[in-house]
């Protein structure tokens, strides 16, 4: 299993690294503009990619353990959002690409492998 930092993301994407609060390796991504989604996953210390800046995003990835959340598309972050991250020790970071563009590049360093049928 790939693990990775979020250094290690901030130099794939270009991406700024809004807050820091944690050295948690990140081992997976999942993406989704759906947070009821985001709910559904199994995975651990994952980056939590969204398109979205509003606090569900964040008490999202608080629920599900994710010590990461990548925002995309250039959204401004409110601050209520960075607040949140904060409070809960949550890594945020944002980037230009679009959610699309963020997790083809993303596959870089998560490379994906294909399922058996």
């Given at each position: 299993?790939?693990?990775?930092?979020?250094?290690?993301?901030?130099?794939?994407?270009?991406?700024?690294?809004?807050?820091?609060?944690?050295?948690?390796?990140?081992?997976?991504?999942?993406?989704?503009?759906?947070?009821?989604?985001?709910?559904?996953?199994?995975?651990?210390?994952?980056?939590l990619v969204c398109n979205l800046a509003n606090?569900?995003?964040?008490?999202?990835?608080?629920?599900?353990?994710?010590?990461?959340?990548?925002?995309?598309?250039?959204?401004?972050?409110?601050?209520?959002?960075?607040?949140?991250?904060?409070?809960?020790?949550?890594?945020l970071l944002r980037t230009d690409y679009s959610?699309?563009?963020?997790c083809v590049l993303l596959g870089e360093l998560?490379?994906?492998?294909?399922?058996?049928?």
């Amino acid at each position: 299993m790939t693990s990775v930092t979020i250094h290690d993301i901030q130099k794939t994407l270009d991406c700024e690294i809004l807050y820091e609060a944690n050295t948690t390796p990140i081992k997976g991504v999942v993406a989704s503009g759906l947070m009821s989604d985001v709910l559904t996953t199994e995975m651990e210390d994952f980056l939590l990619v969204c398109n979205l800046a509003n606090a569900q995003v964040v008490r999202t990835a608080y629920m599900v353990g994710a010590p990461s959340i990548l925002v995309t598309n250039a959204k401004q972050v409110p601050p209520d959002f960075l607040e949140l991250c904060q409070a809960h020790h949550i890594n945020l970071l944002r980037t230009d690409y679009s959610l699309f563009e963020a997790c083809v590049l993303l596959g870089e360093l998560f490379p994906v492998k294909r399922r058996q049928r």
